[in-house]
């Protein structure tokens, strides 16, 4: 038994496209984009601390080190929490066989002024050059009260 095709029914085969329909790519693209506008701001200011205030702005340089310390006394570096007993060990690590030895603290208002003395100690046993302390600009309604 044989197979019979009829010509009627003939499938017709269509042309390839040759090109490639770029307009989802392009609107995914611009999505991706806009996200990343948005939350690299966000990204950038890492653990949130409560600035104390200042009348000069002091934000960290590009290079050195900044370790964020919280209401808690927890003590950050990039992402890892350090115990203090640990500081002195994990800034010597850090800055072993770079040429600039520079530190910055953000901490928090709420610390008291002999638990940054004790950071601030330990920072000079790791033979840290310089040492800046991170604040955030007086707003607009306090200078007014002055």
Request: proline share 4%; charged share 30%; aromatic share 4%.
């Given at each position: 038994m044989a197979l019979r095709t009829?010509?009627?029914?003939?499938?017709?085969?269509?042309?390839?496209?040759?090109?490639i329909n770029v307009t989802p790519f392009v609107d995914v693209m611009l999505v991706l984009l806009i996200i990343f506008m948005v939350t690299a701001p966000m990204?950038?200011?890492?653990?949130?601390?409560?600035?104390?205030?200042?009348e000069t702005e002091s934000t960290p340089a590009e290079q050195g080190l900044?370790?964020?310390?919280?209401?808690?006394?927890?003590?950050?570096?990039?992402?890892?929490?350090?115990?203090?007993?640990?500081?002195?060990r994990k800034l010597k690590e850090y800055f072993q066989g770079k040429e600039k030895k520079i530190l910055f603290?953000?901490?928090?208002?709420?610390l008291s002024y002999g638990f940054i003395m004790?950071?601030?100690d330990i920072a000079k046993k790791a033979e840290i050059?310089?040492?800046?302390?991170?604040?955030?600009?007086?707003?607009?309604?306090?200078?007014?009260?002055?």
């Open positions: 009829n010509p009627r029914y003939k499938r017709q085969l269509g042309t390839s496209l040759s090109e990204i950038q200011s890492g653990i949130s601390v409560n600035l104390p205030q200042a900044t370790i964020t310390i919280t209401k808690d006394r927890y003590i950050h570096i990039e992402n890892s929490v350090i115990n203090q007993y640990l500081l002195e603290i953000r901490g928090d208002e709420g004790r950071i601030l050059e310089t040492i800046g302390l991170v604040t955030r600009p007086v707003e607009l309604e306090e200078k007014e009260k002055k």
